[in-house]
């Protein structure tokens, strides 16, 4: 027999859209200008691209880091951002020193839409070196410095894990990048909205839309005039030439809806979503439960509020999830993008954790939409299931 409701526990993956963010979607279709191209010079063209440049003026606000408006470019998600970054930064860093910085530095806890560029920046003659976190998941700025050398060309990094929540030391990270002449990019995905942006400086910053509530397929990359870059794709020459294509404006005036919001409301809700991963973290990983945190259980500006990282070294990550959905909470084992791996999460591997331990791990996230209740039945639910084995 299947369960009355369902608790979603997965908003690291995709966040439920916002209902402020809907109604902004649709009342852009029902403009007379909803159908216009924002790259027409005719008046329904000009007012579309009037709301579109509205949209980057808000998520630049929001993102912060001294980015102006016109230095945000529209994207389809995170991953098109991050691959838009790391590649054409690194090609075109390359190009403005003539070929003498040809290293790439990555952090070995990226998500996949960064490591998975390593191979193809490889076979276009780039030295890629993975910067290693240590057991607490934190990639230091020395750790960055011993990976880039003389002839670093990108240095990327997360703001904070898509896994285990850990935040990064970002600014220390793009201060020693610049110190060795290196560009500097911060994927932004997972903190956007969570916790203020730590980057100034960063050339280039990541976002997307569907991690705060926004909708399904939209994201942004900030990226600074200044930089040096070479476009990934060709086309009309729209978002000054970084990413060709017409633009999603409804798309971009529900995320600018969303990220004003979670910005606006961010000292209020932080300390609240923290306390509530605070009290998960303390019934979980209690003596005795056979449940362990993957780094340091206690949540505070070291973790991103609203995300828990657990392991059940005596079970394996798919059984738990499938137990768990069958009792009405979802939840990932790790990210959701690898779900289908079968292996050990590269993240916690990079952290050292033993293979057999990390197999069991879960990743359960959340915002202030989610109640004390639900997740005390999640508690409650989890904890039957380890103890039952």
């Given amino acids: 027999m299947g369960v009355d409701r369902y608790v979603y526990l997965d908003y690291a993956a995709s966040a439920p859209l916002r209902p402020e963010a809907r109604d902004a979607w649709l009342a852009y279709h029902d403009e007379p200008f909803g159908m216009a191209n924002p790259n027409s010079l005719h008046t329904r063209g000009r007012?579309?691209?009037?709301?579109?440049?509205?949209?980057?003026r808000d998520l630049a606000r929001a993102i912060g880091c001294g980015f102006r408006p016109g230095e945000v470019v529209m994207t389809s998600g995170g991953t098109e951002s991050n691959n838009l970054a790391v590649l054409g930064m690194a090609e075109g860093a390359r190009r403005r020193s003539r070929n003498r910085r040809n290293r790439v530095v990555?952090?070995?806890?990226?998500?996949?839409?960064?490591?998975?560029?390593?191979?193809?920046?490889?076979?276009?003659?780039?030295?890629?070196?993975?910067?290693?976190?240590?057991r607490d998941g934190v990639v230091s700025a020395e750790e960055v410095r011993r990976a880039m050398g003389d002839s670093c060309a990108l240095v990327s990094v997360m703001a904070a894990n898509n896994e285990t929540g850990v935040v990064q030391p970002t600014a220390q990270i793009v201060a020693a990048a610049h110190a060795a002449g290196a560009l500097a990019h911060v994927d932004a995905v997972q903190a956007f909205g969570r916790i203020p942006l730590d980057a100034p400086g960063a050339e280039a910053v990541s976002v997307a839309a569907h991690k705060i509530g926004g909708p399904i397929g939209v994201g942004a990359l900030a990226i600074r005039m200044r930089c040096p870059f070479e476009a990934q794709s060709l086309g009309g020459g729209q978002e000054g030439g970084h990413r060709p294509g017409t633009q999603d404006v409804a798309?971009?005036?529900?995320?600018?809806?969303?990220?004003?919001?979670?910005?606006?409301?961010?000292?209020?809700?932080?300390?609240?979503?923290?306390?509530?991963?605070?009290?998960?973290?303390?019934?979980?990983?209690?003596?005795?439960?056979?449940?362990?945190?993957?780094?340091?259980?206690?949540?505070d500006?070291?973790?991103?509020?609203?995300?828990?990282?657990?392991?059940?070294?005596?079970?394996?990550?798919?059984?738990?999830?499938?137990?768990?959905?069958?009792?009405?909470?979802?939840?990932?084992?790790?990210?959701?993008?690898?779900?289908?791996?079968?292996?050990?999460?590269?993240v916690l591997t990079a952290m050292g954790i033993a293979r057999d331990e990390a197999l069991g791990a879960l990743r359960v996230s959340f915002d202030e939409r989610v109640t004390a209740a639900d997740l005390d039945a999640f508690c409650d639910a989890l904890l039957d299931i380890v103890a039952e084995g």
């Fill in 47 to 56: 007012e579309a691209a009037r709301v579109l440049d509205g949209a980057r």
């Fill in 106 to 134: 990555l952090s070995a806890i990226e998500h996949d839409s960064v490591l998975d560029v390593a191979s193809l920046l490889r076979g276009r003659g780039f030295e890629v070196e993975l910067a290693r976190p240590g």
């Fill in 251 to 299: 798309g971009a005036v529900a995320f600018a809806c969303a990220a004003r919001l979670v910005t606006d409301d961010m000292a209020e809700v932080r300390p609240r979503v923290a306390t509530l991963a605070n009290h998960v973290y303390e019934r979980l990983c209690a003596p005795g439960t056979g449940i362990e945190p993957t780094t340091v259980a206690h949540v």
């Fill in 301 to 346: 500006d070291t973790r991103l509020p609203g995300m828990v990282s657990v392991m059940v070294p005596s079970m394996d990550s798919e059984s738990l999830v499938l137990q768990l959905d069958e009792r009405g909470f979802e939840v990932s084992a790790g990210s959701a993008c690898s779900s289908g791996s079968l292996d050990a999460s590269h």
